[in-house]
């Protein structure tokens, strides 16, 4: 797993927007936590907080680092670690959703 996420690390960060509804993103380690109004992501420079409407990950491969999604975007913001809000009841983590 360390081995994984250094992986992810060696990528650049970049971020693709096209008409607000399709977004990529290169050097993202890990989901923090999803829903389809806020996507919150530990990226290579720093927690990456997407708010939106109807936002759903297309693709994520944490070995290259990609995540694509769609929706309609309306923030892209960075939150320094440990302060992330989240909207309450929203937001679970990625293995709470998966074990649901």
Known sequence: MVEERTKAMNYKHNISLLDREFLEIDGVNHVESFDDEQV???TNLGILDI???NLH???LN?????LTMEGTIKSLSY????KVKVAKGK???L???ILE
Do not use: F, P, T, Y
């Not at 944490?62 to 990609?66: A, E, P, R, V």
């Not at 939150?79 to 440990?82: P, R, S, V, W, Y």
């Open 91 to 93: 937001g679970k983590g």
């Open 95 to 97: 293995l709470s959703r």
């Open 79 to 82: 939150q320094e670690e440990g």
């Open 51 to 53: 708010k939106g409407e």
């Open 62 to 66: 944490l070995d290259q680092g990609k």
């Open 40 to 42: 919150v992501l530990a």
């Open 57 to 59: 990950i297309k693709q």
